[in-house]
């Protein structure tokens, strides 16, 4: 929508528009610091005016300097290893699944039909009620987080995939076609062009899911990883420790969604909804 | 013949898997995949009991009030903040973390901070639900069409009325989205909660089963998890098509032109 305005706009006020935006930029910024700082504050003050015992809720000054204590320590970055292997691991394995179960079953409209039963039923049904399943297949290792993991990214893939082949705009295969272009060629050159921008859109939220469900499976299973850690730090009553601890996948969290949108700009940086991004 | 084929699409890719469910376990005699009569049985004879009213029916009261107040607060919350420009450059990186923290991470700090109660479960629920319907409604908000804005300003429509007739319907479609988001979400922090700590509900039935080794009771348990989820996405559907039936039509009108 925005971008039908700012295309149909003359030259002249977009540049305005940036000026007047670069200016505001800082404000912005300076905006968005003093609400960080503000949650802090508060968050300092409500335990030490005993709002809450701070036996429950350390200040947000002790558990900052727990989280600090914990990047020096190696048993911090290995957990954080452990949740970031199950995380990539699982994240491949459904985009390549997704990827090529899409592509098939998109191309052809037999497939379609005969599949859409199946996949709107399979798709709602949560990733936790593999939970106990995992446990009983492959205990408390890094297999029951990639079950759980690749069981919630597939659909999630599927999809955006399946949505962005149906997409393919038939005068360009036509084209192709009569242009003698193999059905190999085509899905190359028409219907993976075609495809990426959903298909990065199903990355970017599988992105986010996988690290929830790799939390998870630590936090319930017990299989390597932070969540693990955060369990036993809750039962061992190091509280700012799990306080930290639950800090740290929030920013892990952010991180994986800025490499996310990074990744998502470059690889579609020809697609026109980026270039007209740009402009803004 | 028409309705014959659709039926085939609908139903025959389901009966084949079962077909062959049934023929793999026709031999073995695994221990971990059950047969699928067994299942029916062992899922007629678990969960059509007073089951439904100790474990099932709680879970879903819980899950449902947690969704709603989800929903609500997130809606009212992402229009303040949508419509006032100081505040949201205030709020938005905090929330964007608040976002990021993965929810199933908040099960062991309220249950400390709240102990092990209904009250903590449904405020879980809350917690991990808020942000999808939150964040949505303020980009929904803050992308209403200007000329629209104008229009209304210029007619001197405010106040409650602007909100009702103009800001809620330009970002429903958005709404929905975190809405849908939100629904997935709360199944399974219901699910966690119940696992996680709980005397009672499905989650905690599931897990009891497991390490029971109970094998075809936790495969009706997921069973019922899975049709939970499948209705909450009919029941969604549903309320999309009515809530969002104008702006349907109005893609169809832009797509065709």
Redesign the interface.
């Known amino acids: 929508?925005?971008s039908k305005?700012l295309t149909s706009g003359a030259a002249a006020p977009n540049v305005e528009r940036q000026h007047r935006q670069a200016r505001k930029a800082p404000?912005?910024q300076l905006?968005?610091?003093?609400?960080?700082l503000?949650?802090l504050l508060t968050w300092e003050l409500i335990p030490r005016l005993g709002i809450?015992d701070p036996a429950?809720?350390p200040p947000a000054s002790e558990v900052i300097a727990a989280l600090l204590v914990d990047f020096g320590l190696t048993a911090f970055w290995v957990a954080v290893y452990e949740t970031m292997k199950a995380w990539f691991l699982g994240l491949l394995m459904a985009v390549a699944a997704a990827v090529v179960l899409g592509f098939i079953i998109g191309s052809s409209n037999f497939l379609r039909?005969?599949?859409?039963?199946?996949i709107?039923?399979l798709?709602?049904?949560?990733?936790?009620?593999?939970?106990?399943?995992a446990?009983?297949?492959f205990g408390v290792k890094i297999e029951s987080s990639l079950l759980l993991i690749v069981y919630a990214c597939f659909w999630q893939v599927l999809i955006q995939v399946l949505y962005g082949v149906a997409d393919v705009d038939m005068v360009a295969n036509n084209t192709a076609r009569t242009y003698g272009l193999g059905r190999m060629a085509r899905i190359r050159y028409v219907v993976f062009p075609t495809a990426l921008p959903y298909l990065m859109t199903g990355v970017r939220l599988a992105g986010?899911v996988a690290?929830?469900l790799a939390?998870?499976a630590e936090?319930?299973i017990g299989s390597p990883g932070l969540?693990r850690e955060?369990?036993l730090a809750?039962s061992g009553g190091a509280?700012s420790g799990?306080?930290a601890?639950?800090l740290a996948?929030?920013?892990?969290?952010?991180l994986?969604?800025l490499m996310m949108r990074f990744i998502e700009k470059k690889t579609l940086a020809w697609h026109s909804s980026v270039r007209s991004e740009v402009l803004v | 013949m028409k309705t014959l084929k659709n039926l085939g699409y609908l139903l025959g890719l389901p009966l084949l898997l079962i077909l062959i469910w049934w023929a793999a376990t026709l031999e073995s005699d695994n221990f971990f995949v059950p047969t699928p009569a067994s299942l029916v049985e062992t899922f007629a004879q678990v969960w059509l009991g007073e089951r439904v009213f100790t474990d099932v029916l709680p879970s879903i009261g819980r899950l449902a009030a947690g969704v709603l107040a989800a929903i609500v607060i997130g809606v009212v919350g992402g229009v303040l903040i949508g419509s006032v420009r100081w505040l949201r450059a205030l709020l938005e990186p905090t929330l964007e973390f608040f976002r990021a923290i993965p929810p199933p991470v908040l099960v062991p700090v309220l249950m400390l901070l709240m102990g092990i109660t209904d009250t903590m479960k449904v405020v879980v629920i809350i917690s991990g639900c808020v942000w999808p319907v939150l964040l949505n409604t303020i980009e929904g908000v803050r992308a209403v069409d200007p000329v629209l804005s104008d229009s209304t300003h210029t007619y001197g429509i405010n106040g409650w009325a602007r909100i009702r007739y103009l800001v809620l319907p330009s970002a429903s479609p958005q709404i929905m989205a975190g809405v849908r988001q939100s629904m997935s979400l709360g199944l399974i922090l219901m699910v966690i909660s119940e696992m996680f700590a709980s005397s009672s509900g499905l989650g905690f039935a599931i897990v009891q089963f497991q390490r029971s080794f109970s094998i075809p009771e936790m495969w009706s348990g997921i069973v019922v998890l899975g049709l939970l989820g499948v209705g909450m996405s009919f029941i969604f559907q549903w309320a999309e098509r009515h809530i969002l039936r104008w702006y349907h039509g109005q893609k169809e009108v832009e797509n065709a032109a």
């Open positions: 929508m925005s305005t404000t912005k905006l968005g610091l003093a609400g960080i503000g949650f809450i429950y809720l039909k005969a599949t859409n039963s199946t709107e039923f798709r709602p049904i949560p990733s936790v009620a593999l939970i106990p399943l446990v009983l297949m986010s690290l929830v939390i998870t936090l319930v969540g955060i369990a809750q509280i799990m306080y601890l639950v996948t929030g920013l892990i969290g952010v994986i969604n």
